[in-house]
Protein backbone atom coordinates (compact mmCIF):
# COMPACT_ATOMS: atom_id res chain seq x y z
CA UNK A 1 0.00 0.00 0.00
CA UNK A 2 1.60 2.98 -1.45
CA UNK A 3 0.00 5.53 0.48
CA UNK A 4 1.46 4.49 3.84
CA UNK A 5 5.19 5.90 2.16
CA UNK A 6 6.36 8.53 3.88
CA UNK A 7 7.01 12.03 2.17
CA UNK A 8 10.31 11.72 2.22
CA UNK A 9 10.39 7.80 1.21
CA UNK A 10 7.90 8.86 -1.28
CA UNK A 11 10.03 11.37 -2.66
CA UNK A 12 12.71 8.90 -2.85
CA UNK A 13 11.03 6.44 -4.82
CA UNK A 14 9.23 8.53 -6.86
CA UNK A 15 12.70 9.69 -8.53
CA UNK A 16 13.95 6.20 -8.30
CA UNK A 17 10.65 5.71 -10.61
CA UNK A 18 10.54 2.59 -8.02
CA UNK A 19 6.65 4.00 -7.15
CA UNK A 20 4.55 6.29 -9.46
CA UNK A 21 2.32 9.26 -8.14
CA UNK A 22 -0.54 7.66 -9.85
CA UNK A 23 -0.09 4.06 -7.27
CA UNK A 24 -0.03 6.78 -4.18
CA UNK A 25 -3.27 8.60 -5.58
CA UNK A 26 -5.25 5.61 -6.39
CA UNK A 27 -4.11 4.02 -2.75
CA UNK A 28 -4.90 7.35 -0.83
CA UNK A 29 -8.54 7.28 -2.86
CA UNK A 30 -8.89 3.05 -1.93
CA UNK A 31 -8.60 4.23 2.17
CA UNK A 32 -10.61 7.35 1.48
CA UNK A 33 -13.46 5.74 -0.07
CA UNK A 34 -13.28 2.90 2.31
CA UNK A 35 -13.23 4.86 5.68
CA UNK A 36 -13.76 8.15 5.41
CA UNK A 37 -17.59 7.78 5.99
CA UNK A 38 -16.80 6.34 9.19
CA UNK A 39 -14.01 7.99 10.34
CA UNK A 40 -15.31 11.74 8.76
CA UNK A 41 -11.98 12.91 8.00
CA UNK A 42 -12.52 15.27 5.31
CA UNK A 43 -15.13 17.66 4.73
CA UNK A 44 -13.95 18.01 1.14
CA UNK A 45 -12.28 16.08 -1.09
CA UNK A 46 -10.91 16.18 -4.51
CA UNK A 47 -10.82 12.63 -5.89
CA UNK A 48 -9.82 14.01 -9.44
CA UNK A 49 -6.26 15.40 -7.69
CA UNK A 50 -4.14 12.98 -9.58
CA UNK A 51 -4.76 14.93 -12.79
CA UNK A 52 -3.19 18.37 -11.03
CA UNK A 53 -0.44 16.14 -9.39
CA UNK A 54 0.99 14.92 -12.70
CA UNK A 55 2.38 18.18 -14.02
CA UNK A 56 3.57 18.81 -10.51
CA UNK A 57 6.66 16.04 -10.71
CA UNK A 58 10.20 17.85 -10.71
CA UNK A 59 8.99 20.42 -7.37
CA UNK A 60 10.27 19.67 -4.52
CA UNK A 61 6.96 17.91 -3.19
CA UNK A 62 6.85 16.20 -6.10
CA UNK A 63 3.13 16.25 -6.74
CA UNK A 64 2.62 14.08 -3.38
CA UNK A 65 -0.86 14.88 -1.88
CA UNK A 66 -1.62 16.91 1.33
CA UNK A 67 -4.58 17.09 3.45
CA UNK A 68 -5.54 20.80 5.01
CA UNK A 69 -6.98 21.40 8.28
CA UNK A 70 -10.52 23.41 6.93
CA UNK A 71 -9.73 26.87 8.43
CA UNK A 72 -6.87 27.83 5.89
CA UNK A 73 -8.32 29.72 2.95
CA UNK A 74 -8.47 27.79 -0.11
CA UNK A 75 -9.19 28.37 -3.77
CA UNK A 76 -10.62 25.35 -4.98
CA UNK A 77 -11.98 24.02 -1.75
CA UNK A 78 -15.26 25.54 0.92
CA UNK A 79 -13.66 26.90 3.95
CA UNK A 80 -15.56 26.42 6.87
CA UNK A 81 -13.45 26.53 9.77
CA UNK A 82 -16.43 23.49 10.27
CA UNK A 83 -19.14 25.83 11.17
CA UNK A 84 -22.64 26.32 9.99
CA UNK A 85 -21.86 29.84 9.89
CA UNK A 86 -19.42 29.42 6.82
CA UNK A 87 -21.05 26.45 5.44
CA UNK A 88 -20.21 26.51 1.64
CA UNK A 89 -18.17 29.43 1.85
CA UNK A 90 -15.34 29.71 -0.89
CA UNK A 91 -12.72 31.99 -0.49
CA UNK A 92 -11.38 34.28 -3.40
CA UNK A 93 -7.92 34.13 -1.94
CA UNK A 94 -5.16 31.31 -0.92
CA UNK A 95 -3.91 31.05 2.49
CA UNK A 96 -0.05 31.86 2.62
CA UNK A 97 0.64 28.57 3.55
CA UNK A 98 -0.90 26.62 1.14
CA UNK A 99 -0.19 28.88 -1.35
CA UNK A 100 3.84 28.05 -0.57
CA UNK A 101 2.71 24.26 -0.06
CA UNK A 102 1.57 24.54 -3.91
CA UNK A 103 4.30 26.43 -4.77
CA UNK A 104 6.53 23.60 -3.67
CA UNK A 105 4.52 21.10 -5.97
CA UNK A 106 2.37 19.86 -3.37
CA UNK A 107 -1.60 19.09 -4.29
CA UNK A 108 -4.26 19.84 -1.56
CA UNK A 109 -6.36 16.88 -1.83
CA UNK A 110 -8.79 17.68 0.74
CA UNK A 111 -10.03 19.51 3.67
CA UNK A 112 -9.98 17.99 6.96
CA UNK A 113 -12.50 18.02 9.87
CA UNK A 114 -11.86 19.87 12.96
CA UNK A 115 -13.52 21.70 16.10
CA UNK A 116 -15.56 24.42 14.98
CA UNK A 117 -13.47 27.34 14.71
CA UNK A 118 -10.48 25.26 16.70
CA UNK A 119 -12.24 25.67 19.44
CA UNK A 120 -12.11 22.37 21.47
CA UNK A 121 -9.87 19.46 21.55
CA UNK A 122 -11.88 16.09 20.36
CA UNK A 123 -13.37 17.09 17.18
CA UNK A 124 -16.34 16.61 18.38
CA UNK A 125 -17.92 20.28 18.35
CA UNK A 126 -17.76 20.05 14.42
CA UNK A 127 -20.97 21.15 13.19
CA UNK A 128 -20.31 18.57 10.27
CA UNK A 129 -19.87 15.32 12.94
CA UNK A 130 -17.33 14.31 15.15
CA UNK A 131 -14.15 12.39 13.71
CA UNK A 132 -13.14 9.43 14.70
CA UNK A 133 -9.73 8.26 16.10
CA UNK A 134 -8.14 6.15 12.98
CA UNK A 135 -6.22 4.43 15.78
CA UNK A 136 -9.85 2.59 17.43
CA UNK A 137 -13.08 4.46 16.41
CA UNK A 138 -14.46 4.42 19.93
CA UNK A 139 -12.05 7.04 21.00
CA UNK A 140 -11.77 10.72 20.28
CA UNK A 141 -9.03 11.94 17.69
CA UNK A 142 -8.10 14.83 19.88
CA UNK A 143 -8.32 18.27 18.40
CA UNK A 144 -9.19 20.89 17.06
CA UNK A 145 -6.61 19.37 14.10
CA UNK A 146 -8.35 16.15 14.63
CA UNK A 147 -9.49 15.86 11.33
CA UNK A 148 -5.44 16.22 10.16
CA UNK A 149 -3.40 13.86 12.15
CA UNK A 150 -6.43 11.57 11.66
CA UNK A 151 -5.39 11.66 7.96
CA UNK A 152 -2.01 10.71 9.02
CA UNK A 153 -2.82 8.20 11.22
CA UNK A 154 -5.30 6.32 8.86
CA UNK A 155 -2.57 6.81 6.00
CA UNK A 156 -5.39 8.74 3.73
CA UNK A 157 -2.64 11.66 3.39
CA UNK A 158 1.45 11.57 2.86
CA UNK A 159 1.38 14.51 5.17
CA UNK A 160 -0.61 17.42 6.57
CA UNK A 161 -1.04 20.70 7.70
CA UNK A 162 -2.74 21.94 11.20
CA UNK A 163 -3.04 25.07 13.38
CA UNK A 164 -2.57 25.10 17.00
CA UNK A 165 -3.43 28.16 19.14
CA UNK A 166 -2.77 25.78 22.59
CA UNK A 167 -2.36 22.40 21.88
CA UNK A 168 -4.17 21.79 18.43
CA UNK A 169 -1.55 20.16 16.49
CA UNK A 170 0.45 18.60 19.95
CA UNK A 171 -2.58 16.99 21.26
CA UNK A 172 -4.52 15.16 18.31
CA UNK A 173 -0.89 14.02 17.24
CA UNK A 174 -0.36 12.62 20.68
CA UNK A 175 -3.63 10.80 20.52
CA UNK A 176 -3.39 10.01 17.02
CA UNK A 177 0.43 8.14 17.87
CA UNK A 178 1.83 10.81 14.70
CA UNK A 179 3.67 13.99 14.52
CA UNK A 180 2.99 17.27 15.19
CA UNK A 181 4.81 20.07 14.74
CA UNK A 182 4.13 23.32 16.58
CA UNK A 183 6.62 26.31 15.38
CA UNK A 184 7.50 29.19 16.98
CA UNK A 185 5.04 32.08 16.88
CA UNK A 186 5.78 34.44 14.02
CA UNK A 187 7.71 31.34 12.33
CA UNK A 188 4.92 30.73 9.59
CA UNK A 189 2.31 32.89 8.48
CA UNK A 190 -0.95 33.24 9.78
CA UNK A 191 -2.43 35.23 6.70
CA UNK A 192 -5.54 33.87 5.26
CA UNK A 193 -6.05 31.23 8.35
CA UNK A 194 -9.65 31.69 10.11
CA UNK A 195 -8.38 33.96 13.25
CA UNK A 196 -9.23 31.82 16.63
CA UNK A 197 -6.64 33.52 19.45
CA UNK A 198 -4.38 36.15 16.98
CA UNK A 199 -1.51 36.54 19.62
CA UNK A 200 -1.38 32.70 19.83
CA UNK A 201 -2.51 31.28 16.38
CA UNK A 202 0.45 29.15 14.40
CA UNK A 203 -0.06 26.50 11.90
CA UNK A 204 2.43 23.54 11.43
CA UNK A 205 2.55 20.27 10.37
CA UNK A 206 0.98 16.88 11.42
CA UNK A 207 3.28 14.16 9.51
CA UNK A 208 4.35 10.51 9.90
CA UNK A 209 8.01 11.28 11.15
CA UNK A 210 9.91 14.11 12.46
CA UNK A 211 11.97 14.41 9.02
CA UNK A 212 8.28 14.81 6.96
CA UNK A 213 8.12 17.58 9.62
CA UNK A 214 11.07 19.71 8.73
CA UNK A 215 10.51 18.83 4.86
CA UNK A 216 7.40 21.01 5.61
CA UNK A 217 8.41 23.34 7.97
CA UNK A 218 11.17 24.03 5.50
CA UNK A 219 8.37 25.18 3.03
CA UNK A 220 6.35 26.83 4.92
CA UNK A 221 8.69 29.01 7.33
CA UNK A 222 9.77 32.86 6.94
CA UNK A 223 8.83 36.51 6.53
CA UNK A 224 5.46 37.48 5.23
CA UNK A 225 4.27 40.62 4.00
CA UNK A 226 0.57 40.01 4.98
CA UNK A 227 1.50 38.83 8.44
CA UNK A 228 2.95 41.60 10.35
CA UNK A 229 3.51 39.11 13.39
CA UNK A 230 6.04 36.71 11.16
CA UNK A 231 9.73 37.21 12.22
CA UNK A 232 12.88 37.89 10.17
CA UNK A 233 14.73 35.73 11.90
CA UNK A 234 16.40 33.88 9.27
CA UNK A 235 14.72 30.37 8.25
CA UNK A 236 17.06 27.51 7.88
CA UNK A 237 17.28 24.29 6.32
CA UNK A 238 15.52 21.75 9.06
CA UNK A 239 16.55 18.98 7.07
CA UNK A 240 20.31 19.76 7.06
CA UNK A 241 21.51 18.91 11.11
CA UNK A 242 18.45 17.08 11.53
CA UNK A 243 20.78 14.03 12.33
CA UNK A 244 23.65 15.63 13.85
CA UNK A 245 22.46 13.91 17.14
CA UNK A 246 21.85 15.22 20.81
CA UNK A 247 25.50 14.26 22.47
CA UNK A 248 26.15 17.23 25.56
CA UNK A 249 22.60 18.43 25.13
CA UNK A 250 21.11 19.60 28.32
CA UNK A 251 17.48 18.64 28.86
CA UNK A 252 14.69 19.43 31.67
CA UNK A 253 12.12 16.85 32.13
CA UNK A 254 8.83 19.44 33.41
CA UNK A 255 5.97 18.74 34.87
CA UNK A 256 5.76 15.07 36.32
CA UNK A 257 6.63 15.51 39.89
CA UNK A 258 2.98 16.88 39.66
CA UNK A 259 0.40 16.06 42.18
CA UNK A 260 -2.04 15.88 39.15
CA UNK A 261 1.09 14.04 36.54
CA UNK A 262 2.92 12.31 39.44
CA UNK A 263 1.45 8.43 39.76
CA UNK A 264 0.08 8.53 36.01
CA UNK A 265 1.49 6.18 32.81
CA UNK A 266 1.89 9.62 31.06
CA UNK A 267 4.48 10.68 33.89
CA UNK A 268 6.43 6.81 33.73
CA UNK A 269 6.55 7.03 30.04
CA UNK A 270 7.43 10.44 29.99
CA UNK A 271 10.75 9.54 32.49
CA UNK A 272 11.29 6.57 30.32
CA UNK A 273 12.00 8.81 27.65
CA UNK A 274 14.12 11.15 29.76
CA UNK A 275 16.26 7.67 30.20
CA UNK A 276 16.70 6.96 25.89
CA UNK A 277 17.44 10.92 25.41
CA UNK A 278 20.53 10.26 27.93
CA UNK A 279 21.31 7.00 26.28
CA UNK A 280 21.91 9.31 23.13
CA UNK A 281 24.43 11.16 25.33
CA UNK A 282 21.94 14.11 26.90
CA UNK A 283 22.37 15.26 30.07
CA UNK A 284 18.99 14.98 31.76
CA UNK A 285 17.60 16.38 34.82
CA UNK A 286 14.29 16.42 36.45
CA UNK A 287 12.88 20.05 37.09
CA UNK A 288 10.81 20.14 39.87
CA UNK A 289 7.32 21.98 39.41
CA UNK A 290 6.62 25.72 41.67
CA UNK A 291 3.64 27.28 42.36
CA UNK A 292 5.77 30.88 42.25
CA UNK A 293 8.31 32.09 39.81
CA UNK A 294 11.89 30.45 40.95
CA UNK A 295 14.48 30.33 39.35
CA UNK A 296 15.58 26.77 37.82
CA UNK A 297 12.09 25.55 38.50
CA UNK A 298 8.83 25.27 35.86
CA UNK A 299 6.05 27.22 36.73
CA UNK A 300 2.84 24.89 37.07
CA UNK A 301 0.82 24.96 34.28
CA UNK A 302 -2.28 25.27 36.51
CA UNK A 303 -2.32 28.71 35.89
CA UNK A 304 -1.75 28.68 32.24
CA UNK A 305 -5.53 26.80 32.32
CA UNK A 306 -7.23 30.54 33.37
CA UNK A 307 -4.61 32.47 31.49
CA UNK A 308 -5.65 30.72 28.18
CA UNK A 309 -9.13 30.67 29.03
CA UNK A 310 -9.02 34.34 29.50
CA UNK A 311 -6.51 35.51 26.45
CA UNK A 312 -8.29 33.23 23.95
CA UNK A 313 -11.83 33.69 24.64
CA UNK A 314 -11.47 37.60 24.50
CA UNK A 315 -9.54 37.60 21.40
CA UNK A 316 -12.16 34.87 20.07
CA UNK A 317 -15.45 37.30 20.51
CA UNK A 318 -13.04 40.46 19.10
CA UNK A 319 -12.13 37.67 15.97
CA UNK A 320 -15.69 36.36 15.61
CA UNK A 321 -17.56 39.40 15.67
CA UNK A 322 -16.54 39.72 11.76
CA UNK A 323 -19.02 36.80 10.69
CA UNK A 324 -22.36 38.88 10.35
CA UNK A 325 -23.60 36.91 7.50
CA UNK A 326 -23.65 40.60 4.99
CA UNK A 327 -20.36 40.00 2.91
CA UNK A 328 -20.14 36.28 3.41
CA UNK A 329 -21.68 33.18 5.10
CA UNK A 330 -24.53 32.51 7.05
CA UNK A 331 -25.73 35.01 10.12
CA UNK A 332 -25.24 34.72 13.78
CA UNK A 333 -27.38 32.62 14.62
CA UNK A 334 -25.63 29.83 12.69
CA UNK A 335 -22.83 29.72 15.52
CA UNK A 336 -23.09 26.38 17.90
CA UNK A 337 -22.88 26.36 21.46
CA UNK A 338 -19.14 26.33 22.41
CA UNK A 339 -18.68 29.13 20.34
CA UNK A 340 -21.93 31.06 22.00
CA UNK A 341 -19.75 30.07 25.39
CA UNK A 342 -16.98 31.91 24.24
CA UNK A 343 -17.86 34.50 22.90
CA UNK A 344 -19.84 35.68 25.81
CA UNK A 345 -17.12 35.04 28.05
CA UNK A 346 -14.17 36.90 25.91
CA UNK A 347 -17.06 39.97 25.41
CA UNK A 348 -17.41 40.05 29.05
CA UNK A 349 -13.79 39.87 30.21
CA UNK A 350 -12.96 42.56 28.09
CA UNK A 351 -16.06 44.76 28.75
CA UNK A 352 -15.58 47.82 30.47
CA UNK A 353 -14.76 47.55 34.28
CA UNK A 354 -13.44 43.45 33.82
CA UNK A 355 -10.86 44.37 31.16
CA UNK A 356 -8.22 44.85 34.26
CA UNK A 357 -9.31 42.48 36.35
CA UNK A 358 -9.76 39.82 33.54
CA UNK A 359 -7.66 40.58 30.51
CA UNK A 360 -4.72 42.56 32.14
CA UNK A 361 -4.23 39.87 35.27
CA UNK A 362 -3.72 36.88 32.82
CA UNK A 363 -0.86 38.85 30.17
CA UNK A 364 0.80 39.55 33.27
CA UNK A 365 0.50 35.85 34.39
CA UNK A 366 1.63 35.41 31.05
CA UNK A 367 4.80 37.65 31.20
CA UNK A 368 5.39 35.34 34.04
CA UNK A 369 5.59 32.22 32.03
CA UNK A 370 7.87 33.68 29.56
CA UNK A 371 9.96 34.95 31.94
CA UNK A 372 10.10 31.56 33.27
CA UNK A 373 10.97 29.81 29.87
CA UNK A 374 13.94 32.75 29.51
CA UNK A 375 15.28 31.44 32.55
CA UNK A 376 15.22 27.65 31.67
CA UNK A 377 16.16 28.14 28.12
CA UNK A 378 19.52 30.25 29.45
CA UNK A 379 20.43 26.84 31.62
CA UNK A 380 18.67 23.72 28.93
CA UNK A 381 18.61 23.45 25.50
CA UNK A 382 15.46 21.84 25.25
CA UNK A 383 12.16 20.70 27.64
CA UNK A 384 10.15 17.91 27.77
CA UNK A 385 6.79 16.50 29.13
CA UNK A 386 3.98 14.72 28.00
CA UNK A 387 1.65 15.93 25.59
CA UNK A 388 -1.02 15.29 26.81
CA UNK A 389 -2.02 14.53 30.48
CA UNK A 390 -3.74 11.21 29.20
CA UNK A 391 -4.52 8.85 26.10
CA UNK A 392 -7.41 8.93 23.84
CA UNK A 393 -10.71 9.67 25.21
CA UNK A 394 -13.50 7.99 24.61
CA UNK A 395 -16.53 9.18 22.19
CA UNK A 396 -18.47 12.25 24.00
CA UNK A 397 -16.11 12.93 26.59
CA UNK A 398 -15.91 16.50 25.54
CA UNK A 399 -19.82 17.04 25.66
CA UNK A 400 -21.17 19.47 28.74
CA UNK A 401 -18.04 20.38 29.87
CA UNK A 402 -16.87 23.59 28.72
CA UNK A 403 -13.33 23.17 29.88
CA UNK A 404 -12.79 20.00 27.93
CA UNK A 405 -10.24 21.64 25.82
CA UNK A 406 -8.32 23.00 28.14
CA UNK A 407 -7.85 20.09 31.08
CA UNK A 408 -6.79 18.20 27.75
CA UNK A 409 -4.18 20.66 26.56
CA UNK A 410 -3.02 22.07 30.20
CA UNK A 411 0.51 20.65 30.18
CA UNK A 412 1.62 22.83 26.29
CA UNK A 413 -0.37 25.89 27.47
CA UNK A 414 2.51 27.66 28.84
CA UNK A 415 4.49 26.79 25.96
CA UNK A 416 1.60 28.44 23.78
CA UNK A 417 1.27 31.21 25.65
CA UNK A 418 5.00 32.12 25.64
CA UNK A 419 5.15 31.54 22.07
CA UNK A 420 7.88 28.93 22.06
CA UNK A 421 8.39 25.62 19.81
CA UNK A 422 7.23 22.72 20.29
CA UNK A 423 6.81 18.99 18.80
CA UNK A 424 4.90 15.92 19.88
CA UNK A 425 6.13 12.43 19.00
CA UNK A 426 5.17 9.03 19.58
CA UNK A 427 6.19 7.44 23.07
CA UNK A 428 3.88 5.10 24.10
CA UNK A 429 1.46 2.48 22.46
CA UNK A 430 -1.17 0.77 24.48
CA UNK A 431 -1.11 -2.87 23.25
CA UNK A 432 -5.02 -3.55 24.18
CA UNK A 433 -6.66 -0.45 23.04
CA UNK A 434 -4.11 0.59 20.31
CA UNK A 435 -4.15 4.17 21.91
CA UNK A 436 -0.78 6.21 21.88
CA UNK A 437 0.74 8.97 24.19
CA UNK A 438 2.92 11.74 22.75
CA UNK A 439 6.07 13.29 23.89
CA UNK A 440 6.53 16.91 24.06
CA UNK A 441 9.57 18.27 23.34
CA UNK A 442 10.26 21.95 23.63
CA UNK A 443 12.74 24.83 23.12
CA UNK A 444 13.54 28.98 23.09
CA UNK A 445 11.89 30.95 20.59
CA UNK A 446 13.22 30.07 16.73
CA UNK A 447 14.74 27.09 17.76
CA UNK A 448 12.90 24.56 15.94
CA UNK A 449 15.93 22.96 14.82
CA UNK A 450 16.86 21.59 18.55
CA UNK A 451 13.26 20.01 19.10
CA UNK A 452 13.28 18.39 15.26
CA UNK A 453 17.22 17.30 16.70
CA UNK A 454 15.59 15.66 19.49
CA UNK A 455 12.70 14.33 17.82
CA UNK A 456 14.36 12.74 15.54
CA UNK A 457 17.12 10.88 17.63
CA UNK A 458 14.14 9.66 19.93
CA UNK A 459 12.47 8.40 17.14
CA UNK A 460 15.27 6.70 15.61
CA UNK A 461 16.04 4.99 19.21
CA UNK A 462 12.58 3.60 19.86
CA UNK A 463 9.55 1.35 18.23
CA UNK A 464 6.90 3.80 18.79
CA UNK A 465 6.40 5.36 14.86
CA UNK A 466 5.62 2.55 12.41
CA UNK A 467 6.58 4.58 9.76
CA UNK A 468 10.19 5.07 10.23
CA UNK A 469 11.02 1.66 8.52
CA UNK A 470 8.78 1.90 5.45
CA UNK B 1 -18.78 34.31 41.27
CA UNK B 2 -22.94 34.04 40.32
CA UNK B 3 -23.81 34.61 36.77
CA UNK B 4 -27.41 34.76 36.36
CA UNK B 5 -29.47 35.11 33.07
CA UNK B 6 -30.00 38.50 33.22
CA UNK B 7 -26.15 39.07 32.50
CA UNK B 8 -26.09 36.64 29.98
CA UNK B 9 -28.62 37.82 28.06
CA UNK B 10 -26.77 41.26 28.29
CA UNK B 11 -23.32 40.83 27.10
CA UNK B 12 -25.29 38.14 24.23
CA UNK B 13 -26.82 41.43 22.96
CA UNK B 14 -23.42 43.15 23.62
CA UNK B 15 -22.02 40.34 21.07
CA UNK B 16 -25.05 40.02 18.74
CA UNK B 17 -25.63 36.36 19.68
CA UNK B 18 -29.18 35.30 19.46
CA UNK B 19 -29.96 33.40 22.36
CA UNK B 20 -32.94 31.24 23.67
CA UNK B 21 -33.95 31.67 27.03
CA UNK B 22 -33.08 27.62 27.25
CA UNK B 23 -29.32 28.59 25.98
CA UNK B 24 -29.26 31.11 28.58
CA UNK B 25 -29.32 28.88 31.08
CA UNK B 26 -27.15 26.59 29.92
CA UNK B 27 -24.66 29.04 28.93
CA UNK B 28 -24.91 30.94 32.25
CA UNK B 29 -24.04 27.27 33.87
CA UNK B 30 -21.31 26.88 31.37
CA UNK B 31 -20.36 30.68 32.28
CA UNK B 32 -19.91 30.19 35.92
CA UNK B 33 -18.10 26.67 35.72
CA UNK B 34 -15.70 28.48 33.77
CA UNK B 35 -14.96 31.91 36.15
CA UNK B 36 -14.14 29.60 38.73
CA UNK B 37 -11.50 28.06 36.98
CA UNK B 38 -10.41 31.25 35.88
CA UNK B 39 -10.22 32.43 39.54
CA UNK B 40 -7.42 30.18 39.98
CA UNK B 41 -5.59 32.97 38.26
CA UNK B 42 -5.72 35.42 41.31
CA UNK B 43 -3.64 33.03 43.38
CA UNK B 44 -0.70 34.10 41.16
CA UNK B 45 1.07 37.10 42.77
CA UNK B 46 1.71 39.65 40.09
CA UNK B 47 3.27 42.53 41.85
CA UNK B 48 5.43 44.72 39.71
CA UNK B 49 4.79 42.13 36.64
CA UNK B 50 4.24 44.38 33.43
CA UNK B 51 1.22 42.57 31.02
CA UNK B 52 2.82 41.07 27.82
CA UNK B 53 0.94 41.60 24.72
CA UNK B 54 3.86 40.56 22.17
CA UNK B 55 6.36 37.17 22.87
CA UNK B 56 8.82 37.84 20.07
CA UNK B 57 10.02 40.92 20.60
CA UNK B 58 8.40 42.60 17.76
CA UNK B 59 8.31 46.18 17.70
CA UNK B 60 6.55 48.82 15.52
CA UNK B 61 5.90 46.67 12.29
CA UNK B 62 5.18 49.36 9.38
CA UNK B 63 4.01 48.96 5.62
CA UNK B 64 3.61 51.68 2.97
CA UNK B 65 0.21 53.12 2.97
CA UNK B 66 -0.64 52.14 -0.60
CA UNK B 67 -3.17 49.72 -2.68
CA UNK B 68 -1.93 46.55 -3.29
CA UNK B 69 -3.45 45.86 -6.48
CA UNK B 70 -2.68 42.06 -6.58
CA UNK B 71 -5.15 41.64 -3.54
CA UNK B 72 -7.64 43.36 -4.89
CA UNK B 73 -11.35 41.92 -5.61
CA UNK B 74 -13.44 42.89 -8.36
CA UNK B 75 -16.46 44.17 -7.56
CA UNK B 76 -17.94 41.12 -8.60
CA UNK B 77 -15.64 38.68 -6.57
CA UNK B 78 -16.58 40.73 -3.45
CA UNK B 79 -20.10 39.93 -4.04
CA UNK B 80 -20.39 36.87 -5.06
CA UNK B 81 -20.10 35.10 -1.38
CA UNK B 82 -23.23 37.03 -0.10
CA UNK B 83 -26.69 35.94 0.79
CA UNK B 84 -28.26 38.97 0.35
CA UNK B 85 -27.55 41.78 -2.23
CA UNK B 86 -29.18 44.19 -4.54
CA UNK B 87 -27.71 46.16 -7.86
CA UNK B 88 -24.77 45.00 -6.99
CA UNK B 89 -24.24 46.29 -3.08
CA UNK B 90 -24.95 44.08 -0.22
CA UNK B 91 -27.83 44.47 1.68
CA UNK B 92 -28.04 45.29 5.13
CA UNK B 93 -30.23 45.24 8.01
CA UNK B 94 -31.80 49.25 8.80
CA UNK B 95 -29.90 50.49 11.61
CA UNK B 96 -31.89 54.10 11.02
CA UNK B 97 -35.36 54.30 11.57
CA UNK B 98 -38.08 56.10 9.20
CA UNK B 99 -39.85 59.24 11.44
Not at chain 1, 132 to 151: H, T, V
Not at chain 2, 78 to 86: E, F, P
Amino acid sequence: MKNKLTLKKAIELIDKKEVSLKEIYDDILKVYKEKNKELNIYLSFDENSFEKAKNEKNKPLRGLPIAIKDNFLTIGFPTTASSNVLRGYMSHYESTVTKKIKEAGGILIGKTNMDAWAHGSSTETSDFGPTKNPRNPKYLPGGSSGGSAASIASNMAIASLGTETAGSIRQPASWCGVVGLKPTYGRVSRYGVIAMGSSLDCPGPITKTVEDSAIILNFIAGKDEYDGTTSNVPVLDYTKNLKKGIKNFKIGICYIDHPDISSTIVAKKTLEAGKVLENLGAKVELISTSKTLEKNKILSHEYAIGVYTVVQRGEVSSNLARYDGIRYGNNRSCFGSEAKNRIILGTYTLSKGYADKYYIYAQKVRHLYVKNFKDLFSKYDVLISPASPSFALPSGASQGNPMFGELQDMLVEPSALAGICGISVPMYKDEETNLYLGLNIMSDYFQEEKILQTAWAYEQKTNWNEWKNI
Amino acid sequence: MKINKVLVKKIAQLAQIPVSEKEEEKLAKGFEKTIEIVDELFKVDVFEVQPIHQVTSLENIFREDKIDEKRMFSQNEALNQAKNKHNGYFVVDQILEED
